[in-house]
């Protein structure tokens, strides 16, 4: 049975893609933003809206295409509901105005398929042919397909306080259907997307939202036991809790970050997760002299650099609307910076592991390749190698993970240690 759908709630969601649409925020945020304002809106009713603008931004330019030559806002909310949504004319009754059962009868009719590979995509001009290049046309198609499907909702299990088998039986024991990862040794998948804020597991600090590819990035560092290690570009701490299980609550590890606000959101996680190793810092940008009394001193760094997220579309999909070529080349001169700042706390021997959650290989092996040619005291370590230690089959010199293959975010890793 569909969800009733008024021509009130209708309208709701008419209003939040036209605010969506301006793209001078990110689309959660407008959500979150737009849902405070209307605390009339019932959980249901925020889940419709939330799910039909999502559903737009991902198909936004086949469904564009198929529409009219400038459709607008309700022809779009229309045409996500019955070519994405499974709505028919009867579903719609409600709020259909004259004529548009008609119209939407022939976009139903309609096939996707014979539109240009871009379009057919739903990728902009540019970041088709990136991907092409990279990749060619074929796997493009793949990797579109899984893009533009919703992400399943990952947990990461606190190492300190239980165990994946134990909170699969509470997971269990609560009616939520779950079952163990395919990579990360600590990943918990949930079917559908319960709320989980007042899930006894999450407020004790069991559990932690996290992708299973982003618990990889963090596994990659192997940090040990009493040792300094850094996150460099912490954000709000999912890897950082995850590194400091790995130490044991041992040791010391910076939590750096240049935004107060994200680094705000780590202390509620820290005080859950039952760590005291953590020490968050803010800094003004890579070269802060915070940074700079501390080099030569930490084991282990990991640079989550900030980046195009352009292997998030599955939750983030207005990232390909809001992203174009030229921000692109703006932000690999600031990784090459922000790893070149991170390379420098790095003792002797130590490991420094540099990621994003991005697809393309300007942001990724090109960033690698040029700081190696500049940093002859770095060399690369295979990835591969070091999951296999942690029981995680997966081969390569590089960490590559994609929707379509592994079915996490796009993520890409490169291991560095610093010669003796």
Not at 25 to 31: E, I, S
Request: hydrophobic share 45%.
């Amino acid at each position: 049975m569909k969800f009733r759908i008024t021509p009130a709630l209708f309208k709701e969601a008419e209003t939040v893609l036209a605010q969506v649409l301006r793209f001078d925020r990110p689309a959660d945020a407008v959500l979150s933003h737009y849902f405070r304002l209307h605390r009339q809106l019932g959980h249901a009713d925020r889940g419709f809206v939330a799910e039909t603008v999502f559903a737009f931004l991902r198909r936004r330019r086949s469904l564009e295409a198929v529409c009219s030559a400038q459709p607008d806002h309700r022809q779009r909310l229309l045409a996500t509901l019955v070519l994405e949504r499974g709505y028919g004319e009867a579903d719609l009754h409600a709020v259909l105005k004259a004529g548009e059962g008609e119209w939407l009868a022939t976009l139903s009719g309609q096939s996707r398929a014979e539109l240009p590979p871009a379009v057919r995509c739903d990728l902009p001009d540019w970041l088709y042919e990136r991907l092409r290049a990279q990749r060619g046309e074929d796997a493009v198609d793949a990797l579109a397909a899984a893009l533009n499907r919703p992400a399943p909702l990952d947990l990461r299990v606190n190492s300190l306080r239980s165990t994946r088998d134990e909170v699969l039986q509470q997971l269990a024991a609560s009616s939520l259907a779950a079952t163990a990862g395919r990579l990360s040794p600590l990943a918990v998948r949930l079917r559908g997307k319960p709320a989980l804020a007042r899930h006894p597991l999450f407020l004790s600090g069991d559990i932690e939202v996290q992708d299973e590819g982003s618990q990889l990035l963090g596994l990659l560092l192997e940090a040990r036991r009493e040792e300094m290690v850094a996150d460099f570009c912490a954000g709000a701490g999912g890897k950082t809790l995850l590194l400091g299980a790995q130490m044991r609550n041992t040791g010391r590890l910076y939590a750096f970050d240049v935004s107060e606000k994200r680094l705000a959101k780590l202390k509620p996680r820290l005080a859950r997760s039952g760590l005291s190793n953590v020490h968050p810092v803010r800094i003004e940008h890579e070269r802060d002299t915070k940074i700079k009394r501390l080099a030569g001193k930490m084991d282990r760094v990991l640079v989550d650099a900030p980046c195009s997220g352009l292997g998030t579309l599955r939750r983030n999909p207005d990232l390909k609307w809001r992203q174009n070529a030229e921000a692109i080349d703006e932000l690999t001169v600031k990784q090459a910076s922000i790893l070149a700042a991170a390379a420098t706390l790095v003792r002797p021997g130590g490991r420094l592991v540099y990621a994003t959650c991005s697809l393309l290989a300007d942001e990724n092996e090109q960033i690698v390749q040029d700081f190696l040619a500049r940093q002859p005291d770095f060399t690369l370590l295979p990835a591969g190698d070091i999951l296999a230690r942690q029981g995680i089959d997966l081969s390569g010199e590089l960490l590559h993970l994609q929707p379509d293959v592994h079915d996490t975010d796009g993520f890409f890793a490169a291991v560095l240690e610093r010669r003796q």
